[in-house]
């Protein structure tokens, strides 16, 4: 039974615990030094108000690999990731988080050097989902707790979790709820007001993430879903891999509009990939909410800013920091051996100009 938790929905909850001011240092392995975050101001509190539970936690090694540094969603996970475990009592000498470079060998090899330093939990954002098997065989070998996040293995992977009880698990949003609000979205719009050309059709772009990517499928496939489900005849002008990029996005979108003029909306998988399709969009003279629609996924900073005045349709919040703090969760009731359900899912958030600048004043 997946474990769903509750996401941070309500922007009072959410100012409440979030956590703001995260470092965004790009080092090759980073071990928590210096961030500066409010969830690290309040250590101190939190180790206090339970020194059991720190010194529980103080010698513990944890070993975090993330897929990219460059990644923008990435850089707010694993930065507020390491906050949240410092506050929750480890040492931050012991948080070490390298970067995999977008390299699967690189990622293996770190996996390796992890297991070999003895830490007591691994964290993996995979830079490959098809190769979760050989990660978990080599975690799972090595009798190390092992928690993923971000990107999801495939179900046949996980039932292999439950029927052998691995110390093994999943903690990430369900991706099919992001292109579904994306979808809505645009179908909230109303057929009369997306359908520039009168043609009956919704005609889009579809900018795509890592193509083998999980969360880049389920964002493809219910976007558009969710307008056919409204009752909307579609028409796909054309789609382009972006690899989760801003300039491959900007490249693709710049194309397709000048092949396909009569384009009246792009999906994008994530926002960095919006927010390098409104660049083209406004450099081809088009202006989002007048003669053309745009929607990304993440609720960065400048994709909710660009929502507020209007060059971006909507987005999708999807929430690092419940995220991260359900990971770093996990892990620690592996530490404590404890169990997890092997699925822990999160909602997303659908971002419009209706709600946007609370969720931007909640995330700054």
Known sequence: MKNKLVSIMIVTALMVSMISGCSSGNTNNETAGTQQTSSENNTTTAAGGNDAKAASLI??????????????????????????MVAQGFSADNVSIVDSEGN??????????????????????????????????????????????????????????????????????????SGTYQGEIISDLGMDTIDMNKNGKVDYIMIQGDPENIDAQYRTDFSIKALQDAGMDVNCLTSGVGNWDKQQAKNLVADALEAHPETEVVFCNNDAMALG????????????????????????????????DGKMTGTVFNDHFSQAHSAADAAINYIKGQSNENYIGCDYVKITSDNAQKILDAVK
Do not use: H
């Not at 010698?59 to 949240?84: A, H, P, T, W």
């Open 59 to 84: 010698d513990k090694k944890v070993g975090i690999c993330i897929y990219q540094f460059d990644d923008d969603f990435m850089s707010l996970f694993r930065n507020e990731l390491k906050s949240y």
């Open 104 to 177: 699967q060998a690189v990622q293996t090899a770190q996996i390796q050097d992890f297991i070999k330093n003895g830490v007591d939990v691994l964290i993996v954002n995979p830079v490959s989902t098809s190769s979760a098997s050989d990660i978990t065989d080599l975690v799972v070998g090595a009798n190390i707790p092992l928690v993923y996040i971000n990107r999801e293995p495939d179900n046949k992977e996980e039932q292999r979790w439950r029927d052998n009880n691995w110390k093994v698990c999943y903690v990430g949003c369900d991706a099919r709820q």
């Open 277 to 308: 399709a409104l660049e083209s969009i406004e450099d081809a003279g088009r202006t989002v909410g007048t003669d053309i629609y745009l929607v990304g996924v993440d609720a960065l900073v400048e994709a909710l800013e660009d929502v507020i």
